[in-house]
């Protein structure tokens, strides 16, 4: 079992930047690919960036360019910098492996707004 904690939200303002980040705890947390997530208000929520084993990054459309992901297995932590924050990123932010295998944490609220 794998327990995710997310923290680093807040408001900023469009054009901003926020590091996100994800504590794991679990044993098994080093063998996952680990994927951050987002849920919008009255959207359904969507993967946006995932990181393998080894630290390969792969980002949705929405986010290339703009969001970096990061892991440091030793400490079982994952990290997404954000950067060039637009309104439309305005969501509750969540991490899980990339098949979303274990519960949800609380997630970590990001208001991107002038």
């Known amino acids: 079992q794998v327990q995710f904690v997310e923290s680093g939200g807040g408001l900023v303002q469009p054009g901003g930047s926020l590091r996100l980040s994800c504590a794991a705890s679990?044993?098994?947390?080093?063998?996952?690919?680990i994927a951050w997530y987002r849920q919008a208000p009255g959207k359904p929520r969507e993967l946006i960036a995932t990181?393998?084993?080894?630290?390969?990054?792969n980002y949705e459309d929405c986010v290339k360019g703009r969001f970096t992901i990061s892991r440091d297995s030793a400490q079982n932590r994952v990290y997404l910098q954000m950067n060039s924050l637009k309104p439309d990123d305005t969501a509750v932010y969540y991490c899980?492996?990339?098949?979303?295998?274990?519960?949800w944490g609380q997630g970590t609220q990001v208001t991107v707004s002038s």
């Open positions: 899980n492996t990339a098949g979303s295998n274990f519960p």
């Open positions: 679990g044993a098994m947390f080093s063998i996952f690919n």
């Open positions: 990181i393998t084993r080894r630290g390969n990054g």
